[in-house]
Every structure is written in C-alpha cells, then in structure tokens.
C-alpha cells in the first residue's frame, strides 16, 4: 500500500499495533514495511512458574536471601564431617558385631555409640530442609540432633572417663582399634563431633532465624 504525504509526513498511531516504516525521500512516499502486535504484560520470564530455578532467583534477590545461602553453605559442610564422623563409628560398630576382624584389632564399639547411629536422622533432615527452605525438616533437625547427637556425646564422655582416667594415671589400656588405645581414640572422635555439631545447631539455629525473618516480610508485602 502507497501513500502519498506532504512535505511534513505523520504515522497515525494506532493502540493495538505497531506500524514501523520508512520514508522514502525520492518518492515522497511512505513505504510500510511492518505490522507488529504487542502486548501490554510482556513476555513471560523463564522459571516463573515455581520451578527450582525460579526459587534460586528469587533467592538470590534479597539481601536476606543471600544470608540464607551463606548460611546454607556452611551447613552443608558440617554436614558432610558428620556424615564422616557417622560412617567412622558405624563402622567400627558394624566390623565388631559381624566379626570381620578380629577384636584385638578393632574393640567392640562402646556403650554411647549406639544411639549416636541414630544422628543419621537429623543429617538427613538437615539435607532436606535446605534445598527448598523447609523450615518443618529443619526444626525436626535440631529437635532431633540434641536427643541423637549431643545427648550420646555427653553420655559417652562420662562412660569413657574412668577409662581414660586409668589409661593416664597407669598406662593401661585394654581396648584397640588398630594398635592405637581405643579410649584415646574415640575421645579425639568425640573433641570434633562435638564442635560440628555445636556448628551445626549454631549455623541451623541463624538459618531459622533468617527464613522466618522473609516469610514475616512477606506477609507484610
């Protein structure tokens, strides 16, 4: 379509449409090169519709968000030492019972390392409660951490201590793991499951803090 306008040409702009052309200088006229519909919203961003993605980027977009994913980082360290903590005495507690060497090598597990197994379920409510902020898991967790993890460890301390006790005043030691005094052992066991754990309950404790902190914001927006 051709049409033929005055020295001072005008588009006539429409409210549904676009009409993007030129002017052609040689022939006065006005070529129309494109009709283009657009809409008011604008395209859809992607991952808007609750997917992992979105939750990361919407995450990623406060300030408190981003403590929740500091926070987050942290815990997840500490949370891979006591799973190797939790391996290193389900071992020794699994090698003992099913006699696979003998006891002379590797003693029999000591009283306290039996409910400590049991601190396999808070890791594991930890570890769900982090990738989507789950705050139910996470209570459960630190709920569940000082029954299977702190309450074992404080047991344990007092069970091997006249062990110790006498393994320092006189030398003697009657349980080995590997050559090595088992009490001597399971106590340097014991110095770093306790300050992972103290981290742990301190870190989930912040965490907690934090993701009450934006859901309270968000009922006020």
């Not at 991952?47 to 981003?66: A, I, L, M």
């Not at 500091?70 to 030492?81: D, F, H, P, T």
């Not at 996470?138 to 709920?143: D, F, H, K, T």
Request: aromatic share 14%; hydrophobic share 45%.
């Amino acid at each position: 379509m051709r049409t033929t306008v005055g020295p001072h040409p005008f588009i006539t702009s429409f409210v549904c449409a676009d009409l993007h052309g030129e002017f052609d200088r040689t022939k006065g006229n006005y070529a129309t090169v494109s009709l283009k519909m657009t809409s008011r919203v604008g395209p859809r961003a992607a991952g808007t519709n609750g997917s992992d993605f979105s939750f990361k980027h919407r995450e990623r977009g406060t300030p408190q968000y981003q403590m929740s994913a500091s926070l987050k980082a942290e815990v997840r360290k500490l949370n891979l030492v006591h799973f190797l903590i939790w391996l290193l005495v389900a071992a020794q507690v699994t090698v003992s019972h099913f006699d696979l060497v003998s006891h002379d090598i590797v003693s029999m597990p000591y009283q306290w390392e039996y409910p400590y197994l049991l601190s396999f379920l808070p890791l594991v409510c930890s570890s769900l409660s982090l990738p989507r902020n789950n705050i139910s898991y996470l209570v459960i967790s630190m709920i569940s951490a000082g029954l299977f993890t702190v309450a074992p460890l404080i047991y344990g301390g007092m069970e091997m201590f006249p062990v110790a006790q006498q393994l320092y005043r006189h030398g003697k030691a009657y349980r080995f793991i590997f050559g090595y005094s088992a009490v001597t052992v399971m106590y340097l066991i014991m110095v770093v499951a306790v300050q992972v754990h103290a981290w742990q309950l301190y870190y989930m404790k912040k965490l907690l803090d934090s993701w009450f902190d934006a859901t309270e914001e968000k009922k006020k927006k």
